[in-house]
C-alpha cells in the first residue's frame, strides 16, 4: 500500500486516498464523498490534534504510538451514510490521555471507535470518548470499545465512555476492560517452548496492531519495529 505523506495541516480530500502521518501537531481533515485510509505513527513526541469533517465517504483512522503525548481526536459525520472506523492503539511509559469525540450530525451516520493501550514502567492512560447522535439523526451506528492492558504495577488506568443518544431510532453500545493478560494463555505458549517475553510479546502485537486496518506488510513491519520495546 502506498501511502502519501501529509505535510500540510489542512488537506481537503475529494477521491479515494491513503495517508500516512508521522509528526504531531494539530491536523484538520475534510473528506468530500471519498473512501480514505489513514495511518498515524508517533514516537517520543508531542500533542497531537486531528479534526476529522465527513461530508460523505468514509474513513479508517490508524494510529499508534510510543511513549506519545495527549490525543486529541473529533469527528464530525455531516452527511448522510457517512462512516468512521477509528483504531488507536498505544504503548504508554508516562501518563498520557485520549479525547475522542464523535458527532453524529447526519442521520444514517457510523461509528466505531475501539482504542487498545499497554502500560509499561511509569505509564497510565485515560480513554475519555464521548459519541453523540443529535435528536432526529435517525439510523445511527454507534459502537465503542476500550481496553488497556496493565503490564505495571500503576493502578491509575481510567476509562470513561459517553453516549449522549438524543434519538430512539438508533443503536449505541460501548464496553471497556482495564486488566492483564489471562496468564493461562502465557503458560500455553510456554508448554509450547516459547520464552516468556517472546509470549507477551506475541500478544501485545496481537493486541495492539492486529486490530488496525491496515495491509499485512505495514503490520509486519509495525511488529518488527515495535516488538523489542516490551520490557518485562
Same mark, same amino acid.
Given at each position: 500500500?502506498?501511502?502519501?505523506?501529509l505535510? /500540510?495541516?489542512?488537506?481537503?480530500? $475529494?477521491?479515494?486516498?491513503? &495517508?500516512l502521518i508521522q509528526?504531531?501537531?494539530k491536523?484538520?481533515?475534510?473528506?468530500?464523498d471519498?473512501?480514505v485510509?489513514v &495511518?498515524?505513527?508517533l514516537?517520543?513526541?508531542n /500533542?497531537?490534534?486531528?479534526?476529522? *469533517?465527513?461530508?460523505?465517504?468514509?474513513?479508517?483512522?490508524?494510529?499508534?504510538?510510543?511513549?506519545?503525548?495527549?490525543? $486529541?481526536?473529533?469527528?464530525?459525520?455531516?452527511?448522510?451514510?457517512?462512516?468512521?472506523?477509528? *483504531?488507536?492503539?498505544?504503548?504508554?511509559?508516562?501518563?498520557?490521555d485520549?479525547?475522542?469525540?464523535?458527532?453524529?450530525?447526519?442521520?444514517?451516520? *457510523?461509528s466505531d471507535?475501539?482504542?487498545?493501550?499497554?502500560?509499561?514502567?511509569?505509564?497510565?492512560v &485515560?480513554?475519555?470518548v464521548?459519541? $453523540?447522535?443529535?435528536?432526529?439523526?435517525?439510523?445511527?451506528?454507534?459502537?465503542?470499545?476500550?481496553?488497556?492492558?496493565?503490564?505495571?504495577d500503576?493502578?491509575?488506568?481510567?476509562?470513561?465512555?459517553v453516549? &449522549?443518544?438524543?434519538?430512539?431510532?438508533?443503536?449505541?453500545?460501548?464496553?471497556c476492560f482495564?486488566?492483564?493478560f489471562?496468564?493461562?494463555?502465557?503458560?500455553?505458549?510456554?508448554?509450547?517452548?516459547?520464552?516468556k517475553?517472546d509470549a507477551?510479546?506475541?500478544?501485545? *502485537?496481537?493486541?495492539?496492531?492486529?486490530k488496525l /486496518?491496515?495491509?499485512d506488510?505495514?503490520?509486519?513491519?509495525?511488529n518488527?519495529?515495535?516488538?523489542?520495546?516490551y520490557e518485562?
Amino acid at each position: 500500500m502506498n501511502r502519501i505523506l501529509l505535510k /500540510d495541516k489542512l488537506i481537503d480530500v $475529494k477521491e479515494n486516498t491513503d &495517508l500516512l502521518i508521522q509528526k504531531a501537531g494539530k491536523y484538520e481533515i475534510n473528506i468530500y464523498d471519498s473512501n480514505v485510509n489513514v &495511518l498515524t505513527i508517533l514516537e517520543n513526541d508531542n /500533542d497531537i490534534s486531528v479534526d476529522i *469533517n465527513l461530508y460523505g465517504g468514509s474513513l479508517s483512522y490508524n494510529s499508534i504510538s510510543y511513549n506519545g503525548k495527549d490525543q $486529541k481526536i473529533n469527528v464530525n459525520l455531516n452527511k448522510e451514510n457517512a462512516s468512521i472506523n477509528i *483504531n488507536n492503539s498505544l504503548i504508554s511509559t508516562s501518563k498520557e490521555d485520549v479525547y475522542i469525540n464523535v458527532n453524529h450530525n447526519a442521520p444514517m451516520t *457510523n461509528s466505531d471507535v475501539y482504542n487498545a493501550a499497554s502500560t509499561i514502567k511509569d505509564g497510565s492512560v &485515560l480513554f475519555d470518548v464521548v459519541s $453523540k447522535v443529535n435528536k432526529g439523526m435517525k439510523g445511527c451506528n454507534v459502537n465503542q470499545d476500550s481496553k488497556i492492558i496493565s503490564l505495571n504495577d500503576t493502578n491509575k488506568n481510567k476509562v470513561n465512555p459517553v453516549l &449522549l443518544i438524543d434519538e430512539y431510532d438508533s443503536s449505541a453500545r460501548h464496553s471497556c476492560f482495564i486488566g492483564k493478560f489471562n496468564e493461562d494463555e502465557v503458560f500455553y505458549m510456554q508448554s509450547r517452548g516459547i520464552k516468556k517475553k517472546d509470549a507477551y510479546n506475541l500478544l501485545l *502485537n496481537g493486541f495492539l496492531i492486529g486490530k488496525l /486496518d491496515i495491509s499485512d506488510e505495514e503490520k509486519e513491519k509495525l511488529n518488527n519495529k515495535w516488538r523489542w520495546k516490551y520490557e518485562f
